[in-house]
Structures are given as C-alpha cells and as structure tokens.
C-alpha cells in the first residue's frame, strides 16, 4: 500500500521523510542540514470515556500497569506524531530533528498531547 503521506518520489540526493528521518537529537547522524523550514507541530485533546474511566478505575484496584490508560495515551502520542510528520511533509521537509513530545491537562480527564520538532531538509555528508 502507497504511503499516502509522503506521495513525492525521493531522489538518490534527497532522502525519504520516514520514520529513520526522525530524530530527537539536534542533528541527524551522516546527515547535514541544508535548509530550515521551521517548527512543526501534531496535537491532540483526548479524554476517556465513562466506560473507560470506569475500567480504568477496576484496573487500579488491582495495582500495576493500567492497560487502557497507556493504550489511551500511545494513540494520542502516535496521531501527534503522525501530524507532525505530515506537517513536516507539507513544507518539503526530508527530516525533523529535535523531537519533544509535551502533555497538559487541561481540566480533569481531559488532556493535550503536543509533539514538535524542527523541519529540516538535509543532505548525504560526504566523506
């Protein structure tokens, strides 16, 4: 299947906006920065259902890792990221660099998700 987010064809000088293009470090290993586009960002509100609340309130009970809260907080981490490189894609970007993720709750039960980073487009260090 077509990678729906990234349809422009990547070139051998001009590598693919992927996952491995995607670093919380200032720079890119074997990569230069060429051109800064700016800052991108992904955001998400989530709140949790009754039911899961609910749920979620069985789960403590018993003690340890609290299933339907990490499953919760992995999907809003995963669209902010998904929407970040998108960003990323729309300005022409082959990498972001310097990825945070950040969290605010802002009233009880509901929460924003923010994950930015730099958009870059990078070059192939030669040696």
Not at 27 to 34: D, I, N, S
Not at 69 to 86: F, G, I, K, N, P
């Amino acid at each position: 299947m077509a990678d729906p987010y990234n349809s422009a064809p990547a070139t051998a000088s001009s590598p693919r906006l992927d996952d491995t293009m995607v670093t919380t470090a200032p720079e890119l290993a074997g990569y230069r920065v060429v051109r800064n586009l700016g800052l991108v960002r992904g955001i998400t509100v989530r709140s949790r259902s009754v039911v899961g609340n609910f749920l979620g309130g069985l789960q403590t009970l018993f003690g340890g890792n609290i299933t339907i809260y990490t499953e919760l907080c992995e999907q809003a981490r995963s669209e902010t990221y998904r929407d970040m490189v998108l960003h990323a894609r729309q300005l022409g970007a082959n990498a972001v660099i310097a990825v945070r993720y950040d969290a605010t709750e802002l009233m009880s039960g509901l929460t924003e998700v923010l994950c930015y980073g730099t958009a870059v487009v990078v070059e192939p260090q030669r040696s």
